[in-house]
């Protein structure tokens, strides 16, 4: 059950990463959650610090200093005598991650409603929508999934909730992680719905758009976690043993 990447320049051994702006521990903390939201570290896989030390030309203090909130935001588990793994992804944690985009996602379309009824421009949710319908018009799953994912990232900006934000940056994470793992199936549906919550959100109808992200979320969660159900059983599932093969003595 895993994932692909986003790519980098590659660097020189010890060569350290250009990154400005970021702190050390930032970047070791960004680098690693990548791949794991990604799936180029797979579920249960170990991440060894010499080896990420190495990849990122620093030392291993930062990448030390990032660890403990890549676990307390569920993407690895500190295990004695196995160091940092990442963390499995189970259908009751997919659920619990439903429940909560089910109360702050709605929340967050609530507040950029109530903005917009202020006078808040929504334009960057049009934009974003017209970048969508261009990729159903090409066919393109990838570029249509990226642009609803930025689309759920813009309601959270305009909600204009610092907390809110803060609370919901963790969550993003682990939403894309797992629709690296389970694309959504119906994402031309999705995105009609976001051209609804866009109408209802720029015309400041804070009522009607928290309706509509509800059920938004909750569509996505009946059709995702079958998925994951299915998934976990087949990981589950003994592979059948290949033909024995008989060796024969020479007399």
């Given at each position: 059950?895993?994932?692909?990447e ?5 660097t020189?051994e ?9 702190s ?6 960004e ?20 080896a990420?030390?190495?990849e990122?030309g ?6 030390r200093e990032?660890?403990p909130r890549?676990e307390?935001e569920?993407?690895?588990r500190?295990l004695?005598?196995?160091?940092a ?9 997919v659920?619990?991650l439903?429940?909560?985009r089910?109360s702050?996602?709605?929340?967050a ?7 917009c009824g202020?006078?808040a421009s929504?334009?960057i949710?049009?934009?974003i929508l017209?970048?969508?319908e ?7 799953g990838?570029l ?5 994912s930025?689309f759920h990232?813009a309601?959270l900006?305009?909600s ?5 934000q803060d ?6 994470g682990r ?6 793992i389970v694309p959504?199936s119906?994402?031309?549906?999705f995105?009609?719905e976001h051209?609804?919550?866009?109408r ?6 804070a ?6 992200a509800?059920a938004h ?6 059709d995702?976690?079958p998925v ?7 990981a ?11 060796v024969?003595?020479?007399?």
């Amino acid at each position: 059950m895993s994932i692909p990447e986003r790519e980098r320049p590659p660097t020189a051994e010890g060569e350290p990463v250009d990154t400005p702006g970021l702190s050390l521990d930032q970047l070791a903390y960004e680098w690693v959650r990548e791949r794991i939201i990604d799936g180029t570290y797979k579920p249960g896989a170990r991440i060894r610090e010499r080896a990420v030390a190495e990849e990122l030309g620093i030392s291993r203090i930062p990448i030390r200093e990032a660890f403990p909130r890549l676990e307390s935001e569920g993407f690895i588990r500190s295990l004695p005598r196995r160091g940092a793994v990442v963390a499995s992804l189970t259908v009751r944690d997919v659920n619990e991650l439903y429940d909560v985009r089910g109360s702050l996602e709605v929340l967050a379309t609530r507040l950029a409603a109530e903005q917009c009824g202020r006078g808040a421009s929504a334009e960057i949710l049009r934009e974003i929508l017209e970048e969508a319908e261009r990729a159903v018009a090409a066919n393109d799953g990838v570029l249509l999934s990226a642009t609803n994912s930025r689309f759920h990232a813009a309601i959270l900006t305009l909600s204009d909730n610092l907390l809110l934000q803060d609370l919901m940056a963790p969550i993003l994470g682990r939403v894309n992680r797992l629709f690296y793992i389970v694309p959504e199936s119906d994402q031309v549906n999705f995105h009609h719905e976001h051209a609804e919550l866009y109408r209802a959100i720029s015309s400041g109808q804070a009522d009607l758009a928290a309706a509509l992200a509800f059920a938004h979320v909750e569509h996505s969660r009946r059709d995702t976690i079958p998925v994951v159900q299915s998934l976990l059983d087949a990981a589950d599932t003994p592979r059948p043993a290949g033909p024995r093969q008989v060796v024969r003595r020479t007399p």
